[in-house]
């Protein structure tokens, strides 16, 4: 049985984890804090900084692992070129890893090298050199620490004078040790969708059907399966989602993000791991869910076919402020609705908007995915994350 390094351990890591033990797999949970959702679920855990280079060598070392498996960005990604010459096996690559850890490397990738068509985009080190790539890029824009995810960092600039709040606002939300920014153009998209995209040994790339999402303070906040839109509007979201994964090399699930517009599909970004909008398949609406799919990927066995079982959303429950044991109250209400299912991630500490739980609703492929939606966002709102 395979030997699973998982760097980073929240609610992704979690199921992903879960996946793995159904089917006899031994898993390592690393992160930054004891007691990780994943790692309650683990058969050893480890906390160390994932940024420090020297520390995640140790565990490598340690560990031996057959498969390193990123969670999170924040990694010292770089280091996993050196894994993989010493013959270890990173998912999806390194590459993938560390490319997709950085907007930077992610988008020139897919803008400049790729030609996909994206937001317009410049870079600042500065607050200076900021104002200066607003002027370039026109308002409103969206301004991203190179390195942060979940929309920590992000905000918009409609006025001059959101230009210096936004640059003091993006090096509070960076988690790396990057002060650099990326500007983008603000897209007024339609609707916006991830595509998880599996990429195999097999070499056949697989599609789940697309998800769309909304979102609030750059997280989202619901997501459904399947979104609706137009075929050939799919198959060219599809293109772009072989096209990218094609490019940064590699086997498990990718999470590829795109905005459609009146103009057509921008791509924005992807996660090289089971993304946080692909929690709508714990509603069980495909037959495999997004973290099986990964670990069929990453340790090979074979996909014959990814299937819409049914319609579902997930809509998540965050926390009210900044406290230890956080405890949920109305979850009977939930527990009580039909057609409904819920998972509390068992963070140990809530902060305010941290991702501490989801509401899962479902119907039948026949049944209305605003439906669905609505129900989930219900009781989502009868949830509340309380101290203990
Ligand atoms: N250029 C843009 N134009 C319009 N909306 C945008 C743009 N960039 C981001 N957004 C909005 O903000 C959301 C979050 O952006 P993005 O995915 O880049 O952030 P993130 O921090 O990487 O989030 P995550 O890690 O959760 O995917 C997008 O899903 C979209 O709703
Ligand atoms: N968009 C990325 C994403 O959803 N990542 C998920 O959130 C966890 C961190 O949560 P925390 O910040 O609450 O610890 C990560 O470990 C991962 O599971
Ligand atoms: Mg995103």
């Known amino acids: ?16 984890t879960i996946a793995a033990k159904r089917i006899g797999q031994t898993v390592i949970a690393v992160d930054s804090y004891p007691n990780a959702p994943a790692a309650q679920m683990a058969d050893y855990s480890e906390v160390i900084n994932m940024l420090d280079g020297n ?3 140790a565990l490598v ?12 960005e924040a990694i010292r990604t770089e280091r996993f070129y050196e894994y993989e010459k010493q013959g270890y096996t990173v998912i999806p690559s390194a590459k993938a890893a560390n490319f997709t850890m950085n907007r ?3 988008r020139d990738l897919a803008a400049k090298e790729l030609g996909l068509k994206t937001a317009d985009y410049r870079y600042a080190t500065s607050a200076e050199i900021l104002k200066k790539a607003v002027s370039e890029i026109g308002m409103p824009c969206i301004v991203k620490p190179l390195m942060s995810s979940s929309g920590k960092g992000q905000s918009t600039i409609k006025t001059e004078a959101d230009i210096e709040k936004a640059w003091q606002y993006s090096q509070e939300g960076s988690r790396g040790d990057v002060a650099e920014v990326i500007v983008e153009a603000f897209v007024d998209f339609n609707y916006e969708i991830t595509l998880l995209t599996v990429t195999q040994r097999s070499g056949k790339t697989l599609f789940c059907p697309p998800i769309g999402h909304r979102q609030e303070r750059g997280d989202y906040i619901e997501s459904w399966q399947p979104a609706p839109m137009k075929n050939d509007v799919l198959k060219e979201a599809q293109q772009m989602a072989e096209k990218v994964t094609t490019a940064l090399t590699g086997y498990g699930i990718w999470g590829v993000e795109f905005f459609v517009a009146d103009d057509g599909v921008y791509f924005s970004e992807l996660s090289p791991r089971p993304h946080d909008t692909g929690m709508v398949t714990l509603a069980k609406t495909q037959n495999f869910n997004e973290f099986e799919l990964h670990l069929r990927a990453v340790i090979g066995l074979p996909i014959p076919e990814i299937t819409l079982e049914r319609i579902g959303c997930s809509a998540v429950i965050l ?5 230890e044991n956080p405890v949920f109250d109305g979850l009977e209400i939930v527990a009580a609705a039909p057609k409904t299912d819920f998972r509390i991630f068992g963070k140990t500490t809530s902060r305010l908007y941290r991702r501490m739980g989801v509401i899962l609703t479902h119907d039948k492929l026949d049944g209305a995915i605003e439906d669905v939606i609505f129900r989930a966002k219900q009781l989502a709102s009868k949830v509340k994350v309380i101290q203990k």
């Open 1 to 16: 049985m395979a030997k699973i390094l998982l760097f980073g351990s929240g609610e992704l890591g979690k199921e992903f």
């Open 61 to 72: 070392e340690k560990h031996k692992p057959d498969y390193i498996i990123p969670e999170i």
């Open 104 to 106: 930077k490397a992610i």
């Open 319 to 323: 926390g009210s402020g900044n406290f």
């Open 55 to 57: 520390a995640l060598d």
